[in-house]
């Protein structure tokens, strides 16, 4: 994957997030951790109406991971939003990125994973 210099790689699950930034070249990539942002997880209501049927019945959803989620996508979207943030490639689990995605900025998405 061609992934541009100084571009950013978000790293996102619902307990960690890490961002690194490419320092190589386009087709040779070294990533560098550049924040580990400490997130306020406090959104426990995000996506919950979105959680899948059976993890509703079975008691699969998990709050505490729907909040981190969604913390990780107002940080990352504010960023990208005031320009400090672009061509990033973001490599989330499906409940995560879902809330990470977001129309205003997804032109500046790298790619997804």
């Known amino acids: 994957m061609k992934l541009p210099v100084n571009s ?41 109406r979105h959680q899948d049927d059976n993890g509703q019945r079975l008691g699969r959803t998990d709050l505490n991971e729907l909040a981190h989620g969604a913390a990780a996508a107002e940080w990352l979207n504010a960023k990208a939003i005031e320009g400090t943030l672009h061509d990033v490639l ?23 994973a």
Do not use: C, M, Q, Y
Not at 16 to 34: C, H, Q, Y
Not at 91 to 112: E, M, Y
């Open 90 to 112: 973001v490599i989330a689990d499906p409940k995560t990125l879902a809330r990470i995605i977001h129309r205003r900025w997804s032109d500046g998405l790298a790619g997804v």
């Open 8 to 48: 950013h790689v978000a790293v996102v699950d619902g307990e960690s997030f890490t961002l690194f930034r490419n320092e190589g070249r386009i087709l040779d990539p070294k990533l560098a951790v550049e924040d580990t942002p400490e997130l306020d997880a406090t959104n426990f209501s995000a996506g919950i």
